[in-house]
Nanobody, 124 residues
Framework: QVQLVESGGGLVQAGGSLRLSCAAS????????MGWFRQAPGKEREFVAA????????DYADSVQGRFTISRDNAKNTVYLQMNSLKPEDTAVYYC?????????????????WGQGTQVTVSS
């Protein structure tokens, strides 16, 4: 089992930045892929970014490419999402996800472990 705990959400003005963190525990050493998803009210959960353990394979949604950066600190079993140039449409609950096999992928149904989510609100 892998437990995930997100932190770092909050309220920020458009154009601002936030950094989300996700700490993994349990069988954290076995997480081959970790990623971030988000879900706005009334919308389906959508892929944001994902990274393999080595960082050699990274994927971003088109909507965040060039603004968000995913990174991992394997010594701390933590994945980060640096979010710059935030827009009101980035407002959502952000979830950390992980799995113990395979590489980066976008469908949220293909991740086995999930955090509880952290709210990000971007005001205009």
């Amino acid at each position: 089992q892998v437990q995930l705990v997100e932190s770092g959400g909050g309220l920020v003005q458009a154009g601002g930045s936030l950094r989300l963190s996700c700490a993994a525990s349990g069988r954290a050493f076995s997480t081959s892929v970790m990623g971030w998803f988000r879900q706005a009210p009334g919308k389906e959960r959508e892929f944001v970014a994902a990274s393999t353990r080595s960082g050699g394979n990274i994927d971003y949604a088109d909507s965040v490419q060039g603004r968000f950066t995913i990174s991992r600190d394997n010594a701390k079993n933590t994945v980060y999402l640096q979010m710059n140039s935030l827009k009101p449409e980035d407002t959502a609950v952000y979830y950390c996800a992980a799995d113990t096999s395979g590489s980066v992928r976008r469908p949220y149904t293909q991740y086995r472990y999930w955090g509880q989510g952290t709210q990000v609100t971007v005001s205009s």
